[in-house]
């Protein structure tokens, strides 16, 4: 290598849960791909930054370090960006995530190896994926009315945590993560835009409605599966365990 030649970083092609079919066409995200920075130091001191994490903001600092297609990271949808996640922890350490399990029938600890690498993607059905359009129908099951609604992205999930934390501000008994999250993702009512219209019927749904509503919008989000099948020592069979994001997912002890 010349003095003059720069290093430039090897990357790595990810593939999104959503195939990008829920971005617009002008999105570089559309094409169902993006490439990954192979983690380095500048990436460590990210991880490692005492403000990034006092502020909760140090996971998106560095995923949007590592990210190496150059994206808007508010319109990334959520499973995406969980799929970005466990991406980004395998380049940086490893696919084996190792972590402490308690057996609730023996009250025994043991620790417990994942391969993430083998982590699938959820099931889909794609017939309902108006290609470029982030927006689905559902007709509730009781009230007979249509709802619009679309697929939380990054910049959603920011909007529903600063209004649950306004709402805390104002009355430390007040609980809307239902329906502040109902109100994030529905935009139509019958057809109708009108925010506050939107607002309101999200807060007098029917309960059956909007079990009914949350188990659909539940079953279309692209997502990765963060659930996985072993066996304890004991000999019993747990399915479906969700897989555990403690502080070493990516901040492992190494043991240097």
């Not at 025994?108 to 190896?113: G, P």
Request: a negative charge; charged letters at 25%.
């Amino acid at each position: 290598m010349s003095e003059n030649q720069v290093f430039k970083t090897p990357t790595q092609p990810l593939d999104l849960p959503s195939k990008g079919k829920l971005y617009s066409k002008e999105s570089p995200l559309s094409s169902g791909v993006i490439e990954l920075n192979l983690p380095t130091a500048y990436h460590e001191d990210i991880l490692t930054n005492r403000n990034y994490i006092q502020q909760g903001l140090v996971i998106d600092k560095f995923l949007q370090a590592i990210i190496a297609t150059k994206i808007d990271y508010n319109e990334l949808l959520v499973g995406d960006k969980n799929a970005i996640m466990v991406g980004a922890r395998i380049l940086a350490y490893g696919s084996n995530y190792s972590f402490k399990y308690t057996d609730p029938s023996t009250r025994e600890s043991e620790e417990i190896t994942v391969d993430l690498s083998q982590l699938k993607e959820k099931e889909i059905d794609w017939t309902q994926v108006k290609e470029g359009i982030n927006e689905f129908d559902f007709t509730l099951p009781m009230s007979k009315v249509t709802v619009t609604f679309k697929i939380l992205c990054h910049k959603d999930e920011n909007n529903i945590e600063a209004e649950l934390k306004g709402m805390q501000k104002i009355s430390k008994n007040m609980s809307g993560d239902i329906t502040v999250r109902l109100g994030n993702s529905i935009v139509a009512i019958n057809g109708n835009r009108d925010q506050k219209s939107i607002r309101d019927f999200s807060k007098s749904m029917p309960m059956q409605d909007s079990q009914a509503l949350r188990k659909h919008i539940t079953s279309v989000t692209p997502d990765i599966l963060m659930k996985f099948d072993f066996t304890t020592k004991s000999g019993e069979v747990v399915e479906g365990l969700s897989l555990p994001m403690t502080v070493d997912f990516f901040w492992p002890d190494l043991g240097i």
